[in-house]
């Protein structure tokens, strides 16, 4: 058949010969071999060793305090009276006694923790509305239609905080008190700062309005209260008008969804200015006096106050050091498996 | 009257191309998935996987058509070629495309048929031409065809006869019905081997992913059994959630799919086609196969089977212009045991014809000795060569006494050819050296006792100007000794056998003289035997035999079809490798076989089973099969190509023999033993490679078919998948690009699975601590970007350029293909180490990241983290460990490794960073919001991180090392040899001071 070809001159479609089309490109050609590995074995089962043994020290040094509240004292009535949902507008307070045998030094962190609470069902942590929660007034009164069942209250107001998150925000609040020889003393706790700064900052805003001279209420006027809320979001904070609305420290808190249903979040930080805190909290009874809010009997959840110091390595986390102990204790041994079988094998 | 052998026309290319595409299962998943989602209520965004499907589809589509388009403008070429046709007395050029039946066509010397013809005259008195049908069924040589005798005439009454040399004649067939359309196979899609395994690699994968969505779901109902887990006071449903509970189940089915649905790979579709795609590039940019005289280099028309090209079993070869260069030349001869070669030949001889019947030779003898006279006579007269005038010289004028040969030779045996040119070559020499005295005698030529391939000689009877009866008879040597009855035969057999070893292809020559008595009677027999009407051939034979005996030997010549350049040491070179060399050729036996010695295909020592027409009983066959089990190489005549029965046999012996040679096969046989061997019980893949149109249905029956480009026209090289300009490029084709190819997808295939097993097993796992809600582990951007950007560059590259091993160890030690043979990196047992090697990754980047978590404060002020730090975390630790796992398989570290490995890696990064480093407008949910940073602002991320990457690093590294050590391959001790040396100083120094052992190490090691 044809031959149709454009022929222009022999060498015009001779290939380039530069070194990426032939696959000739400088290389360096590293082997996996027991030379190569077994150097870097040894080095790095030294490095997790030591490094597991200084972590080890550094944990023993880290203190914690769990105290489950949940039934526990005078809580039991409180308990049996959040059984019955008729009973939610009541108020039930309700104190837990501990001791503290060794001085928790340093800063002392206060944390509410929930076991079994699942704040991370999917449908729970789609609904609520980054947008109106970032102060955009579009989304204030018109919030996301993820938030459903919890987008509009009974009388078809917008709910500001939408969604099932904020919703069901802990309305637990706790008061320590430090029961010295002498007296009775009320422990100082911080209840801001217990957010990251971008969050309280940048991510949560209240709504934006022009007129800056109005109350935080008119700002949010139209919109209803979360359903199961006994508190509008602008008033959530009654001695610190700066931390009411979607800034409010409790809320962001909670609004960072735990990733486990069992879970801590910080509820305040020691206030160590004053005496006897300023070293942390000394040894000795101390008490919780527990504002007791938060059902927890519908899911079989649990609730409990945790104090813990922390490192700069963060909490009493004993997984770390360990799994550096064992790993590098493991890489030794492969190390000398390997030793052994390159001198026998490949010699 | 159009060929055409493209799949698709513009109007249907989007219909039928997404047809096609969507007929991958692969595909199709994608699709079903991408509807579901847009469905359903489901955890992600129906873009996550919509828009990974549109770019698959898109990218594909655009290499289909683009390749396609380049088949249409190869037809075109063919269809719009130019056709002289005549018209009412006037010659019009058309297309060939528009010819139709019953046109009459004129065809010039040289031109190629536009469709099958019958020749109504030609320029020629006598209304012949001469006609090669390479480009039909392969044979290169001369055949005679003569115009109708009623037409022969014809040129004179359309005065066209101005016109030297051409052909008119009538089209019959035109288009695809024409005999070599008829010839083709349908063109079908080919799928390579690593395409078979990728989708049962794909289907074990659909069953995971179903089973993982059906034990969730049931999971998820059980786990939902009490009420206040089913919807906790905490989560309320909404009204209409609660009416649908009937479809809930399936709904939530179908999210659980839809969650995990990433595990089969979107992207591995995408990046198997680029890499194929530009893959394919080094091939055609390879300088090594880039041929000089040609002007061209390899050519890909298929990027589909590069990988293939590294799993080849069977090579089956054509031989005249794939083997060999087509092209025969005379080496020496030998007369009384005296070797000549050429230009030491002290005879003169020139050749002179007047048409097939006369054959006058004015012979100069410088030699007196009377048996090269002899000898050198034979070979002038005893032959059917003719000769042709060039047409732009005046006829009167011979070139030949100009000592430039403007006329030349055609026949229908190459041999011949040669030989008689050698002859011509010998006046040239003589004419410059010492002719004294030319003898001129005239010959009369009465008989030619035609060559037939029974009796394998040929012979004439002449009577000479001196009134004597000749007979010249030339043949091969076992035809002849066996009738030789004087004449120096040993010296002439040793010097045959000795020409056969090199692969020559020899002929013996022998003469008798009649007298006239017994001329006489010789030429009864014959003219009786020929106009016998009965069993003529039967009696021909016998008169042949009886008067072709009692010969004087004269001597034997040596001609050569010049094997094609390292020929011979390609093939050795796939012999080691592992491959079965087949050669399929329409040649004869003979020929054939000489070719197979030449090219070390056989060798002296090999034994030899034939299998011909005659011994074709089934017994036979089955006593072959039992006696020779073990033998080395077949050869056989194949006719018909066997009934079912004798196909198993055939297909028995021949798997056992080293080599096979199959001669006189038309071009549809050879298609057929392809799919012989290709439907036997391993399914070897198979490999054709063959230069002219009559290769061109083996080619498109094998796996991968290659065409040569060659002298018998493009008709292969088109149809072909790939095609090279030379056979010998085919070892640089297999042992190197094939090899790298297929390393490179295999890790590429096992990767992509093994990176996406990582990466949604912890979203699995999470499902148990969430309440199997579906909720995703990782935030939307990650989960899309995961396959589309994150990884997939660096495996793109590395399927690119990695190159495990050096080119030149891989032309160097072809044994080392043996190594990848029978899809071997493919296989379950290495699927399975991947597979596993994913699950328990995916295990330590969760529960390592669970128990890091576990309930306590990651940071030094207190604060906690959510659960997006926590996918994000198992997220940095997934890249992380798939990017470096790459990294620690790569053996091949270019600048650009280097690039796209920490680049990519850096992207990932600074993806995060700035994903989460503001609030971005338009966009409801803002949880990424500064989570990175966070992260990488506490201390025991990282320090979980470089542990949880280490601890997921480990196993592979120790398997490489301790397989390496104990049971390596022949690659890895190929790639130790490299630095063997620098070894030997390692080793040395590490042991000096155990002197002795360091002595063994050293003496081992050298």
């Not at chain 1, 944990?59 to 049996?80: I, M, P, R, W």
């Not at chain 2, 847009?38 to 589809?57: A, E, K, N, R």
């Not at chain 2, 320029?123 to 001469?130: E, F, I, L, P």
């Not at chain 2, 066997?642 to 050879?670: D, H, T, W």
Request: hydrophobic fraction near 40%; include cysteine.
């Amino acid at each position: 058949m044809g031959k149709v070809k454009a022929n222009a001159g022999p060498l015009a479609r001779r290939p380039d010969n530069s070194a990426f089309k032939q696959q000739r490109l400088p290389a360096w050609s590293p082997m996996l071999t027991a030379q190569t590995v077994l150097p870097f074995f040894y080095g790095m089962a030294t490095v997790c060793v030591l490094l597991g043994v200084w972590l080890l020290v550094t944990v023993q040094n880290t203190h914690e305090l769990k105290v489950d509240y949940t039934h526990a004292g005078s809580c039991d009535k409180c308990f049996e009276k959040r059984k019955d949902r008729a009973n939610a507008n009541q108020s039930c307070n309700c104190t837990v006694v501990f001791n503290i045998e060794n001085t928790f030094k340093g800063d002392v962190f206060f944390y509410y923790g929930l076991i079994n609470f699942h704040q991370n069902l999917r449908q729970y942590m789609d609904s609520r509305d980054d947008g109106q929660m970032i102060g955009r007034n579009k989304n204030l009164k018109n919030p996301s239609s993820y938030c459903e069942p919890f987008m509009k209250d009974k009388n078809g107001l917008p709910i500001a905080p939408c969604g099932a998150v904020a919703n069901s925000m802990f309305n637990d609040s706790f008061t320590l008190v430090y029961h010295s020889a002498a007296s009775r003393q009320v422990v100082p706790l911080f209840r801001k700062g217990i957010t990251w700064y971008t969050d309280k900052n940048v991510k949560f805003r209240n709504p934006q309005v022009e007129n800056k001279t109005l109350t935080l209420a008119q700002v949010f006027e139209g919109t209803g209260q979360p359903l199961y809320w006994q508190k509008p979001v602008y008033d959530l904070d009654p001695w610190d008008r700066n931390n009411n609305g979607f800034i409010n420290e409790d809320l962001i808190v909670w609004m960072r969804e735990a990733a486990f249903p069992n879970f801590k979040k910080l509820y305040g930080v020691l206030n160590r200015a004053i005496e006897p805190f300023t070293e942390g909290l000394p040894a000795g009874n101390y008490s919780v006096d527990i504002s007791y809010n938060f059902p927890v009997e519908y899911f079989q959840g649990r609730k409990e106050v945790v104090l813990s110091t922390v490192s700069w390595f963060g909490g009493q986390n004993n997984f770390l050091p360990i799994a550096y102990l064992v790993t590098g204790c493991l890489i030794l041994l492969l190390a000398v498996i390997l030793t052994a079988v390159w001198w026998k094998f490949a010699l | 009257a159009v060929f055409s052998d493209y799949n698709y026309t513009l109007w249907n290319f989007i219909p039928k191309n997404l047809f096609e595409q969507f007929r991958r299962i692969a595909n199709f998943y994608f699709l079903l998935i991408f509807l579901v989602q847009l469905i359903i209520d489901t955890p992600t965004s129906p873009v996550t996987s919509g828009l990974p499907l549109f770019f698959v589809i898109t990218v594909t589509a655009i290499k289909q058509g683009y390749e396609d388009w380049l088949r249409h403008k190869a037809d075109c070429s063919i269809n719009e070629c130019p056709v002289d046709m005549v018209q009412q007395g006037t010659v019009v050029r058309t297309q060939s495309s528009k010819l139709r039946v019953g046109d009459v066509v004129m065809v010039r010397e040289d031109e190629t048929f536009p469709c099958d013809l019958l020749l109504l005259s030609s320029s020629h008195d006598d209304g012949t031409c001469y006609v090669t049908t390479t480009s039909l069924d392969g044979e290169s040589s001369h055949k005679t065809y003569y115009a109708v005798p009623d037409t022969m005439d014809f040129k004179t009454e359309q005065k066209v006869d101005s016109l030297h040399a051409t052909i008119e004649s009538v089209a019959i067939y035109t288009g695809m019905d024409t005999k070599m359309a008829l010839n083709y196979q349908s063109k079908s899609q080919k799928r390579s081997a690593v395409e078979k395994s990728m989708n049962a690699f794909l289907i074990v994968y659909l069953c995971i992913l179903i089973s993982k969505a059906v034990i969730n779901t049931v999971l998820k109902y059980a786990w939902q059994w009490s009420v206040d887990r089913d919807e906790p006071w905490y989560n309320h449903r909404t009204e209409i959630d609660r009416e649908r509970h009937v479809i809930r189940a399936f709904t939530d089915f179908l999210a659980f799919m839809v969650l995990f649905n990433y595990i089969i790979p979107v992207s591995m579709y995408v990046t198997v086609e680029m890499q194929k795609f530009l893959g394919s590039y080094f091939i055609a940019w390879d300088k090594d196969m880039y041929d000089e005289e040609l002007g061209v280099g390899a050519q890909v028309n298929t990027s589909d089977l590069n990988e293939e090209l590294g799993q080849v079993e069977y090579v089956f070869t054509d031989k005249t212009g794939t083997l060999t260069e087509n092209n025969m030349e005379f080496i020496e001869c030998c007369v009384d045991g005296h070797v000549y070669i050429p230009h030491c030949v002290p005879v003169c001889t020139s050749v002179d014809q007047c048409g097939p019947v006369w054959t006058s030779v004015c012979l100069c003898s410088c030699v007196s000795q009377e048996h090269e006279d002899l000898f050198f006579r034979a070979l002038c007269l005893c032959h059917t060569v003719q000769v042709k005038e060039e047409e732009t010289v005046d006829s009167i004028k011979r070139g030949i006494h100009l000592g430039k040969p403007t006329s030349f030779y055609i026949s229908s045996s190459p041999d011949e050819v040669a030989l008689v040119e050698e002859n011509v070559q010998c006046i040239m020499s003589g004419t410059k050296g010492v002719v004294s005295s030319c003898v001129c005698s005239r010959f009369e030529l009465l008989h030619v006792l035609n060559f037939d391939s029974v009796r394998r000689r040929m012979s004439v009877i002449v009577k000479s100007s001196s009134g004597e009866y000749l007979l010249f008879c030339k043949g091969a040597d076992t035809s002849i000794f066996p009738r030789v009855v004087s004449g120096k035969v040993e010296q002439v057999r040793a010097r045959v056998e000795q020409n056969a070893v090199e692969g020559l292809r020899t002929l013996c020559v022998a003469y008798r003289s009649l007298s006239p008595v017994e001329y006489e009677e010789t030429c009864h027999q014959l003219d009786d035997a020929k106009l016998a009407l009965q069993d003529r051939e039967q009696r021909l034979a016998q008169a042949y035999d009886l008067i072709e005996r009692d010969f004087t030997l004269l001597g034997a010549t040596a001609v050569e079809d010049r094997l094609q350049e390292k020929a011979a040491d390609t093939i050795e070179s796939l012999q080691k490798a592992g491959m079965k060399v087949w050669v399929l050729t329409g040649d004869k036996m003979e020929t054939a076989a000489a070719t197979c010695y030449a090219s070390k295909l056989f060798r002296r020592s090999t034994q030899i089973l034939e299998l011909t027409k005659k011994r074709t009983e089934e017994q036979s066959l089955h006593d072959v099969l039992f006696d020779l089990s073990r033998t080395v190489l077949r050869q056989r005549t194949l006719s018909g190509s066997g009934s079912g029965n004798y196909r198993e046999i055939f297909l028995e012996i021949s798997r056992n023999c080293s080599a096979v040679l199959c001669c006189r096969m038309a071009p549809l046989q050879k298609a057929q033993i392809v799919k012989l061997i290709k439907a036997s019980k391993e399914h070897p893949i198979t490999l054709a490679i063959g230069d002219g149109a009559n290769d061109v249905s083996m080619i498109l029956e094998a796996h991968v078919g290659i065409g040569i480009m060659g002298k018998e026209g493009r008709q292969a090289a088109r149809n072909s998948d790939y095609a090279i300009p030379k056979f010998k490029h085919l070892k640089k084709m297999l042992l190197v690009h094939g090899h790298l190819y297929y390393v490179r997808i295999a890790e590429l295939v096992q990767y992509f699975f093994y990176k996406n097993v990582c990466f949604i097993f912890p979203q699995f796992l999470y499902q148990f601590f969430c309440g199997f809600s579906q909720q995703p582990l990782y935030d939307t951007a990650y989960l899309t970007l995961y396959n589309i950007s994150f990884t997939s560059l660096p495996i793109l590259l590395y399927s690119l350029i990695e190159k495990h091993i050096s080119i030149e160890t891989l032309k160097r030690d072809p044994t080392l293909y043996r190594d990848v043979a029978k899809n071997s990196l493919l296989r379950w047992p290495v699927f399975l180490y991947w597979t596993c090697l994913g699950l328990f990754n995916a295990c330590i980047f969760f529960f390592g990241a669970y128990f890091l978590f576990d309930n306590t404060t990651f940071t030094s002020n207190g604060q906690m983290f959510g659960n997006w730090t926590f996918g994000t975390l198992v997220f940095t630790v997934l890249v992380f460990t798939v990017t470096l796992k790459l990294a620690l398989d790569t053996h091949h570290w270019t600048w650009i490794n280097h690039f796209v490995i920490w680049g990519s890696l850096l992207f990932y990064v600074i993806f995060s960073l700035l994903w989460g480093g503001i609030i971005w407008p338009f966009l409801n949910y803002q949880r990424m919001y500064y989570v990175f940073m966070q992260m990488l602002s506490s201390g025991p991320a990282w320090l979980g991180i470089i542990l949880l990457i280490t601890i997921s690093l480990l196993p592979d590294v120790v398997k490489k090392v301790l397989c390496r050590t104990l049971w390596p391959t022949a690659t890895e001790r190929a790639q130790v040899g490299r630095t063997l040396f620098r070894l030997f100083i390692v080793a040395c120094g590490l042991l000096s001071h155990f002197s002795s052992m360091a002595m063994r190490g050293c003496w081992i090691l050298a």
